[in-house]
């Protein structure tokens, strides 16, 4: 199983191979949008750091990142594209453009999140490693059937998932699957309206709507207060021996917008737990591989997600609220 | 156009057709989110044909799904094809093998709300978009499915059209839509934001705050409003019911003729 780390520059790539990352996700800016881009992001962070890199950046970024054995997926997973009504098709040919200028510096998969993308680049004959983002919202295997006929070749799966049904889909063997490893959404990604952290500034921010706390009114009468729709889960590294088995291609770390040297830390956990069951995967018990795992997380971590209330693929009260 | 309500208590279908059934085409009935929201298959084909009998057609919105029941699912709409049932699909493998495997050719089939969509949709759209050019902002208000490749391929699987949340952003798109030979349908009355797989229903059946709590109560709703504003953008007051959020729909269409069925609450 690989690991996948978010890189926004030379220096944060470096960081996350040197970390242990086998992969590497990343997006570039377009000149046809001021704060928007074709990654499926804004362009800009809460702290107004831009979070893509330049197309000249990329390639030394891919040069680097090949001398290293590390696979790069390129971020055109804008998860939306309609008809191109503007004077000279200006957003579709950024588009391509971008794509173009992505493949020329060697990247190894474009990630995608609408099916408008994917037909445009067969229609044009552009050839890659598909990967279809989580935007589709994959969680089944006749989904991804559908994604393998348009072409795909690695499909991202829904942040809603449980071990048994990655068990189950990764066993068909019919795309390869990546799933995520750290942090996650309270919703389906793909179908949420509540997208926040899109270029936003400290003037406009929004923060993040599925973790704030809200009034609960039944029949026009306030019944109390609560995060009402907090259910994301953070933490997998309990479950990497599940995933290791089960056929998982790559385990997917996010937080392209976040600080580097802290995604390095997260980056660096997964590699050493990852590392540390390959090394012995039938001595160690997953018990024991548990309790080694917990003694490397920092103290912050342990005190936050060690609790059992926000494991991924773990049996616990939001995960048996899974409809 | 033809009008229809949408009934998200399966229960009081009977007492709604008592009374209110003039100027009514269609009743739709499912769920978005959760399979277990949804009547059996032989209550809604019992229902068919009460509702032929006053000639009110029956749509039916078949969630999204997930492998665990996918099986049950798909088994349901298959059998509701060959009642020629009108039917939106919220899921892509689903609707994949629905339009593979040779269903009822006579049935009709949409691409639901969850899967058709416009960036007008999202409620902070106007910050994301504020400082991009017109032409951009006039791309992004359009429906996903203006896309001409996208209604090739819809057509190609025998879909018949699109279900959309009525905005007025994204009509002009609509037009192309229709002008392809693609139907639209129309939810008049409410904005879908947001889907989680954790209903919060479930995750707090045993907080004595809620009185209807759990799954037998999941069609009704809660109403939420952000609790400290903090100086932060304006939020929506959202109605939870289930697993979906959304929030209500002030915009009343000037093209009506747009639309195949438009859909309102009757609440």
């Known amino acids: 199983m690989k690991l996948l780390a978010p890189a926004r520059d030379y220096s944060s790539a470096l960081l996350q191979i040197e970390s242990g990352a086998n992969e590497l996700y990343i997006g570039c800016e377009s000149d046809v949008f001021k704060n928007i881009t074709f990654t499926g992001r804004g362009k800009y962070n809460i702290n107004g750091e831009n979070t893509t890199c330049s197309f000249s950046e990329l390639k030394d970024i891919v040069d680097m990142?090949?001398?290293?054995?590390?696979?790069?997926?390129?971020?055109?997973?804008?998860?939306?594209?309609?008809?191109?009504?503007?004077?000279?098709?200006?957003?579709?040919?950024?588009f391509i453009e971008y794509i173009e200028s992505g493949l020329k510096a060697n990247v190894?998969?474009?990630i995608l999140g609408d099916l408008?993308?994917?037909?445009?680049?067969?229609?044009?004959?552009?050839?890659?490693?598909?990967?279809?983002?989580?935007?589709?919202?994959?969680?089944?295997?006749?989904?991804?059937?559908?994604?393998?006929?348009?072409?795909?070749?690695?499909?991202?799966?829904?942040?809603?998932m449980k071990l048994e049904e990655i068990t189950e889909l990764a066993g068909f063997n019919l795309l390869e699957l990546e799933v995520f490893g750290h942090y996650g959404c309270s919703f389906y990604d793909g179908y949420c309206n509540l997208k926040h952290s899109f270029s936003e500034t400290k003037e406009n921010y929004i923060g993040v709507p599925c973790q704030k706390a809200y009034?609960?009114?039944?029949?026009?009468k306030i019944i109390g207060t609560d995060h009402f729709f907090d259910s994301s889960l953070a933490c997998s590294i309990c479950s990497i021996p599940a995933l290791i088995k089960s056929g998982v291609h790559s385990l997917k770390l996010v937080g392209r917008d976040k600080d580097p040297q802290v995604i390095k830390t997260v980056t660096e956990i997964y590699s050493d737990c990852i590392n540390n069951y390959k090394a012995k995967p039938s001595v160690l018990s997953d018990k024991e591989f548990i309790t080694n795992c917990k003694s490397i997380v920092p103290k912050w971590w342990a005190k936050s997600l060690c609790n059992h209330s926000r494991c991924k693929y773990i049996n616990s009260s939001i995960a048996e609220s899974f409809v | 156009m033809k009008k229809g309500v949408y009934i998200r208590n399966f229960e009081i279908v009977p007492d709604f057709l008592r009374t209110n059934t003039k100027c009514i085409d269609y009743i739709a009935i499912g769920n978005y989110g959760c399979t277990k929201a949804v009547p059996s298959t032989d209550k809604i084909i019992t229902l068919t044909k009460e509702l032929h009998d006053q000639n009110i057609s029956l749509h039916y919105i078949s969630p999204k799904v997930t492998q665990s029941n996918f099986e049950e699912e798909?088994?349901?709409?298959?059998?509701?094809?060959?009642?020629?049932?009108?039917i939106s699909v919220n899921d892509w493998g689903l609707l994949y093998r629905l339009c593979n495997q040779g269903r009822n050719k006579k049935s009709v089939v949409y691409l639901g709300r969850l899967l058709s969509k416009s960036l007008k949709d999202w409620y902070w759209s106007n910050i994301f978009f504020n400082g991009e050019s017109n032409s951009v902002k006039n791309y992004f208000y359009q429906n996903s499915f203006s896309q001409q490749l996208k209604i090739d391929l819809l057509k190609e699987m025998g879909?018949?059209?699109?279900?959309?949340?009525?905005r007025e952003d994204s009509e002009t798109s609509f037009e192309k839509i229709t002008d392809n030979g693609l139907g639209i349908i129309g939810y008049a009355d409410d904005i879908i934001?947001?889907?989680?797989?954790?209903?919060?229903?479930?995750?707090?059946?045993?907080?004595?705050?809620?009185v209807d709590r759990g799954c037998k109560n999941c069609h009704k709703s809660f109403q939420l409003r952000l609790h400290s504003n903090g100086g932060i953008n304006n939020y929506p007051h959202f109605q939870v019911t289930g697993n979906l959020i959304t929030e209500r729909n002030t915009y009343e269409t000037k093209k009506p003729y747009l639309y195949d069925i438009i859909f309102a609450n009757p609440e």
């Open chain 1, 116 to 160: 408008g993308t994917i037909l445009l680049l067969k229609k044009m004959g552009i050839k890659s490693h598909f990967t279809a983002s989580t935007f589709f919202e994959t969680t089944n295997k006749d989904q991804i059937i559908f994604l393998k006929q348009l072409g795909f070749n690695r499909v991202v799966l829904s942040y809603q």
């Open chain 1, 65 to 94: 990142a090949h001398t290293n054995g590390v696979f790069v997926m390129f971020a055109a997973n804008i998860p939306f594209f309609a008809e191109d009504i503007s004077a000279g098709k200006k957003i579709e040919k950024a």
């Open chain 2, 193 to 210: 934001l947001a889907l989680s797989r954790a209903c919060p229903f479930l995750r707090f059946k045993t907080d004595n705050r809620f």
């Open chain 2, 159 to 166: 879909v018949s059209g699109i279900e959309v949340s009525i």
């Open chain 1, 108 to 110: 190894d998969s474009l």
């Open chain 1, 215 to 220: 009034d609960i009114f039944e029949n026009n």
């Open chain 2, 74 to 86: 798909y088994n349901r709409v298959e059998e509701l094809c060959k009642s020629n049932i009108t």
